[in-house]
């Protein structure tokens, strides 16, 4: 089953980025060519029948799995990136973290109102930066039609945070 194959895969550091907090290194799935083909394999699997215009990745971690995805559905890759990255005419959305703000942006060419966008995301921690994504392509006039995460950590509740937004959250693997 993918969850166990993802979980022998990822590796645990503690107290990064800061004591107490131990880290899912999920670059150790990077190694094996053959789980990240059955990770994006799973990913079309739970998807089918659901309208997919556009894959939307957020920066960094979104963008492993997220242009992979999106190849093998055969639609666009949108980057969501952070602030200043962006070297077109951008649309940003700031918001809140529990150390400050951080700002996200997006090409404003990126897709046509209506369209239907996943947003993938490889870990849902909190909900807080695929919540500002979300909110960035609805004012945009898009429509997020699901989430996609390979880890989620259950224990932070970013799964109730963003049900409102999409009832079809995936997640690979959950802690």
């Known amino acids: 089953m993918i969850e166990q194959q993802i979980k022998s895969a990822v590796r645990d550091i503690p107290d990064f980025p800061k004591p107490g907090i131990v880290f899912k290194d999920i670059t150790t799935i990077l190694k094996d060519p053959a789980l990240c083909k059955d990770i994006v394999d799973a990913f ?5 029948g659901i309208r997919i215009d556009a894959v939307a990745g957020v920066e960094s971690r979104g963008f492993l799995f997220g242009l992979t995805l999106a190849t093998r559905l055969g639609v666009p890759f949108i980057p969501v990136r952070k602030a200043g990255k962006l070297p077109y005419t ?8 529990e150390y ?4 996200i942006e997006m090409h404003t060419d990126a897709f046509e109102p209506g369209q239907h966008i ?16 979300s909110d960035l392509i609805r004012e945009m006039g898009g429509v997020v039609c699901g989430f996609s995460f390979v880890v989620g950590l259950g224990f932070l509740n970013g799964k109730e945070k963003i049900t409102s937004i999409s009832d079809k959250i995936i997640v690979l693997a959950e802690y």
């Open 44 to 48: 079309v699997s739970r998807l089918q």
């Open 100 to 103: 400050g703000t951080a700002t």
């Open 90 to 97: 951008i649309k940003q959305k700031k918001y809140d973290l």
């Open 118 to 133: 996943l947003l993938h995301d490889d870990l849902l921690a909190t909900g807080g930066t695929v919540t500002a994504a």
